[in-house]
């Protein structure tokens, strides 16, 4: 005899819609499949997130600027402005300024779109460059990541492109004036300039076709590339694994840290809110680029206090500290060293520098290993004694282009502030290093120093033979774990000139490595050794007790003793 059981009134008979929809997406799409992206771990860390301010300052730079395609006129033909702007009526302009002025005083929102896309530009520009020095600092630029390094900065040179290209489109006289240095930096490269000039603006300069030119340019070709690069560089990134601090439980084979989904999306999903929140309150409270005080191009004007963005102001502060040289070869050709040297040869020598130092320290130290814990910069202190050398350098030479401003604002010699930025090219860039460096090593013995003889607990206790000591506290075992999990970087030994007799072939690329190991990794401040360790723990728990057993003696007299023998 069978019983048939009926399910309780009210109760579900059949699939939930969700569930059916989601079955039906699986059956086509295979989105079960793809259940270990949705996994992926990511560390946490605050530096990290200067690269999502970049990429969510990305995403409003494509909105906007789709926005303002709609409205702009890439066009030099003339016309006269019939606008609301009475001091520019009935003064003669380009259509592209014109359309710039109808957008910011006559369409809609127009303004806080246009200056919600320039502070986008600025804020994006700002991100990425921390972002690659964070990148530097922290050596995550070694095997596996140099292709990925590689990407990164191409994708910085785009976007300072495109961030000069775009500031160029409305043709105020603000932007082009830096056309005109353009042209200039064009036609002072040797031999090819000139063509390569004719090819950019069509003839002399400024000509009718810059703009028409520049805007497919900055709509189409560059946000591809980016936008290409970009994914290129997420999936690298997935698929090597994000970088991490060292600490408990991270290794290189590991990540701590949280799922993409739901954790780390739902984070990242508030910070783009938050940082699209912010670029709007700029954008309406904090005016920038305001075309119509400039008025529009004519190549016969220029104004005082013209600076470019701020991205743009190392190539301007190079150029005006440069000295006014020149020479003429055989055949006529004039080469203009003063705007070759500053504006086409530095710029060209500090980005080589960047993008070939992975592979640089990869051949100096003839480390192949993968690297997926990063260092603190202090960790290696001629590295991070370099790049903030190399940040020292674009400063002197950013505020170097803002000299004429300077020297109104606080009644100084335009002279003696150029004269002040040739020399801090060259001493301030070498004095930042030392310093750093210097500070480098001395937050390492410190933190020698932490291990050995603990933490300050600010507790001062009387010895039994009346001297006064502060007690020291052994610090936390995941801060004890840090500090001795960095790695000792040594220098390559020195190689022999001669085997059996033998010659060395290569001794001259061997000795070439072997001194620059030793600029790189020498006089670094050493981890205790086990025993040492040893020695400053039981010490350490002595002091703790309130007593020191008679005869026991610190590391560092021991340490004295065991020199002196």
């Given at each position: ?14 699939t ?11 059956g ?7 259940r ?8 946490e ?6 690269g999502?301010?970049?990429l ?32 520019l009526?009935?003064?003669l ?17 127009g303004?806080?779109?246009?200056q919600l ?18 990148h ?8 596996p990541?140099e ?25 105020d ?5 830096g056309?005109?240095?353009a ?13 390569a ?34 994914s ?14 060292r ?17 780390y ?8 809110f ?16 305001p ?5 529009p191009?004519?190549?016969d ?7 470019p963005?701020?991205?743009?102001g ?19 050709y004039?080469?203009n ?30 480390d ?5 814990l ?9 590295r ?33 502030i150029t ?5 801090g ?11 750093t460096?210097?500070?480098c ?19 001062i ?21 840090a ?9 390559l ?11 060395n ?12 190991s030793?600029w ?14 040893e ?11 309130g007593h ?13 003793q065991?020199?002196l023998?």
């Open positions: 005899m069978s019983t048939t059981e009926k399910a309780p009134q009210g109760a579900r008979t059949e939930p819609t969700g569930e059916r929809i989601a079955d039906w997406a699986d086509r799409l295979g989105i079960y499949h793809f270990f992206l949705i996994r992926k771990v990511f560390p860390h605050w530096s990290f997130m200067f999502e301010i970049a969510y300052s990305f995403v409003v730079l494509l909105l906007t600027g789709t926005w303002l395609t709609f409205f702009f006129d890439p066009s030099m033909a003339e016309t006269v402005y019939d606008g609301p702007h009475k001091p009526q009935g003064v302009m380009s259509e592209a300024y014109a359309s710039t002025m109808e957008i910011s005083f006559e369409v809609r929102g303004l806080l779109i246009r896309h320039h502070w986008s530009a600025l804020v994006m520009i700002g991100a990425l460059c921390l972002h690659t020095l964070r530097f600092l922290t050596g995550s630029f070694r095997k990541r292709v990925n390094w590689l990407i990164g900065f191409t994708m910085l040179i785009l976007v300072i492109l495109e961030g000069f290209f775009g500031y160029s489109l409305p043709d006289l603000l932007s082009g004036t056309l005109r240095i042209s200039g930096i064009t036609l002072a490269v040797p031999l090819v300039g000139t063509y000039h004719m090819l950019l603006f069509g003839g002399e300069f400024p000509g009718t076709e810059i703009v028409p030119r520049l805007y497919p340019v900055h709509i189409l070709l560059i946000p591809g590339l980016i936008f290409i690069l970009l290129v560089h997420l999936i690298l990134v997935f698929y090597h694994k994000h970088t991490q601090f600490g408990p439980g991270r290794t290189e084979k590991n990540v701590v840290g949280e799922p993409l989904w739901p954790n999306t739902a984070k990242a999903g508030g910070f783009f938050l940082v699209f929140g912010l670029l709007a309150l700029l954008a309406g409270l904090a005016q920038i680029n075309v119509w005080r400039y008025g191009f004519r190549s004007q220029i104004s005082q206090g013209s600076q963005d701020w991205y743009m190392f190539l301007e502060g190079a150029l005006r500290a440069m000295p006014a040289w020149e020479f003429v070869i055989p055949g006529g004039t080469i060293m003063g705007i070759l040297i500053p504006a086409v040869i530095l710029p060209t020598l500090m980005a080589a520098v960047i993008a070939l130092w992975p592979f640089l320290e990869a051949w100096v130290t003839g192949r290993r993968e690297h997926h990063l260092d603190r910069p202090r960790d290696h202190p001629t991070t004694a370099f790049g903030c050398a190399f940040v020292a350098l674009y400063l002197v030479l950013f505020f170097g282009g803002a000299n004429d401003v300077l020297a109104e604002r606080f009644q100084l010699s335009l002279n003696s004269w002040a930025v040739r020399i090219i060259f001493l301030v860039p070498a004095l930042t290093y030392v310093i460096k210097r500070i090593l001395g937050l390492q013995r410190r933190d020698r120093d932490k291990l050995l003889h603990g933490r300050e607990t600010g507790r206790m009387r010895l039994p033979h009346g001297e006064f000591v502060e007690v020291h506290q052994r610090l936390d075992r995941g801060q004890e774990y500090l001795l999990s960095r790695e000792d970087y040594q220098p030994p020195a190689p022999a000139p001669e085997h059996d007799g033998v010659p072939p290569q001794a001259r690329k061997e000795m070439l490595r072997y001194r620059l030793r790189l990794y020498g006089g670094q401040i050493a981890k205790p050794a086990p025993r040492e360790l020695q400053a723990l039981e010490h350490m728990a002595h002091s703790s007790n020191l057993e008679e005869g026991t003696q610190s590391p560092a007299e021991e340490r004295e065991d020199q023998r």
